[in-house]
């Protein structure tokens, strides 16, 4: 509920406070007086687009200050999950600077816009002619039936289910697209992965190939230098092996005679024993080569297979050969954990539509038995509201697919004569027609849920004499369940308020500033006669504001 405003240097107004109560409240004024320019400072309170246009002195900041009790709101959440401290009585806050920068304020905290434009919608419900424009769409038709129908509880459960049922369904689609393109890389995948597997490959395979042909191809020539290394070596009558130990055993006998002769012999001594060790091994080596043709037709073959697989992979070495093989085998492994992942959503949606189609079932339920109550207790209003004839039927239409509201398409269908064909609102209404039917929507909505502070702007526009009697006493019914605020020009309305404002304009220096106040029951029943006379105030409409305000 909204306790007090507070504006400071907002379009004509430089200063203004506004203490606001229970029930029904009625703000009044001459055209032109700046009731308008209320609503747009309030506006600023609940998230709407600041402009340093609308600044009064351009020097100085436009401030405005809502206080609201939101005992009745549960808003807690909202202010745990915003970072917000909470308070039974909350201030908001919203200032807007020369240079046209604005800040904004919920208990002192600083909010951006879109945190205040939230809280605004569960606080302030401003209803003007603009807004009466969402009775045509479908969306909001659909949240007044669920209200009626008790059926919000029910549609969250379904909207939880909903949203997960279409993250799997972008998933599923997603996995689906990804699956089917891979699956066409998949055998080319496969024949690339056996290919290889095949091959058999080993680390340091190709280096010990190509060794092993260099030496097959020059067999003879090994074998020849082999043979006559050792037996240079070794061999010979004279040679290196057997001078060496003639020159080993001179130094020796010499070596007791100095020592470093003893030390030049141990080299020696060790030289020695390395070269019979060579010579012996070139002799074996040289046993083991083996001109081979038929081998060596083997080992070329299976070097021409790996420069083969080397050149179609655009790689190198075997070892890069074997990594793209580990690499085929992980994408075919993937498409196969795709194709596994596939029919395990495809498990889970179903369960989920299955629970969709079950509670989707259930709203559509207790919708199709909330809709003539609608429509009655609906033309029991618009009949006091002067439209006898009016009649409002609610229309459900099945969609074949979960929607993020149900299976159900609503359509409210129309009309205000007697006998007249019903069809879809923004067809058929005029707009007072659909002001009187917004109004007792609202109505309705207030007896099953808890609604925000209202603020009607001109609903009464167009409408006169018994039916603007009627429509005062709705509001007051609705003043008894909320606080309703109503701008009102027909005095049938503001007789019904518990408290009147008066918005009126006055000069200050050399300009005209907007003022507003709290009328006194004497002021109460001028401002009503003169609301009745539209001029000069005579006895005839003192008297009969004084009926209508109850006022003795």
Do not use: W
Not at 130 to 137: A, I, M, Y
């Amino acid at each position: 509920m909204l306790r007090s405003l507070s504006i400071r240097n907002y379009a004509l107004i430089d200063a203004v406070e506004i203490n606001l109560d229970k029930g029904l409240t009625i703000i009044t004024g001459e055209t032109g007086a700046g009731k308008s320019i209320l609503l747009g400072a309030l506006g600023l309170l609940l998230g709407d687009r600041a402009d340093s246009a609308a600044l009064s002195d351009k020097s100085k900041k436009c401030f405005v200050e809502g206080t609201f009790d939101i005992r009745a709101y549960a808003l807690k959440d909202f202010f745990s999950v915003n970072d917000l401290d909470y308070s039974d009585s909350s201030v908001i806050r919203r200032e807007i600077t020369p240079e046209g920068k604005s800040r904004a304020f919920i208990n002192d905290t600083p909010v951006n816009v879109s945190v205040l434009k939230a809280i605004g919608e569960r606080l302030v419900d401003v209803h003007s002619q603009h807004e009466t424009l969402t009775l045509n769409e479908s969306r909001f038709q659909l949240a007044i039936v669920d209200v009626v129908a008790g059926a919000n509880g029910l549609l969250d459960d379904y909207q939880e289910f909903f949203r997960n049922y279409k993250k799997l369904t972008n998933t599923f689609a997603e996995l689906t697209e990804k699956e089917n393109k891979s699956r066409k890389d998949l055998d080319y995948f496969r024949f690339q992965f056996e290919e290889l597997e095949a091959a058999g490959l080993k680390t340091g395979e190709q280096t010990s190939l190509e060794t092993e042909a260099e030496t097959i191809e020059h067999a003879e020539t090994i074998k020849s230098g082999l043979s006559r290394s050792a037996y240079a070596l070794d061999g010979a009558e004279e040679n290196l092996v057997a001078g060496i130990a003639e020159v080993k055993n001179t130094l020796a006998q010499l070596a007791r005679f100095n020592p470093q002769i003893k030390q030049l012999a141990d080299r020696l001594a060790s030289s020695h024993i390395e070269l019979k060790d060579i010579a012996r091994e070139l002799d074996l080596l040289e046993g083991t080569i083996i001109h081979d043709p038929k081998r060596a037709e083997v080992v070329q073959e299976r070097l021409d297979l790996i420069y083969r697989l080397q050149q179609k992979h655009a790689v190198k070495t075997v070892e890069e050969l074997i990594d793209v093989r580990n690499q085929l085998e992980d994408k075919i492994g993937e498409i196969g954990s795709l194709e596994e992942q596939i029919r395990t959503i495809e498990k889970e949606l179903g369960e989920i539509r299955s629970r969709l189609l079950d509670l989707g079932g259930k709203l559509t339920k207790k919708r199709s038995a909330a809709a003539p109550k609608l429509s009655k207790e609906i033309k029991e209003m618009l009949d006091e509201l002067g439209m006898p004839h009016a009649e409002l039927k609610v229309q459900l239409e099945g969609y074949p697919e979960p929607r993020e509201n149900g299976f159900d398409k609503i359509t409210f269908l129309f009309t205000a004569n007697k006998g007249g064909t019903l069809l879809p609102l923004n067809k058929v209404a005029s707009g007072g027609e659909l002001s009187r039917l917004m109004l007792s929507l609202k109505s309705l909505l207030a007896r099953h849920t808890s609604l925000p502070t209202i603020i009607f702007d001109e609903i009464d526009s167009g409408i006169s004499g018994d039916v603007g009697a009627r429509m005062g006493t709705i509001l007051g019914q609705m003043a008894d369940r909320l606080q309703v605020i109503a701008i009102t020009h027909l005095p049938q309305v503001a007789s019904r308020g518990k408290s009147h404002l008066f918005v009126y304009k006055e000069e200050s220096g050399k300009r005209s500033v907007t003022r507003i106040k709290s009328l006194s029951k004497d002021e109460r029943v001028n401002e009503i006669a003169k609301m009745l006379s539209a001029g000069k105030v005579g006895e005839a409409a003192l008297k009969n504001a004084k009926e209508m305000l109850a006022v003795k």
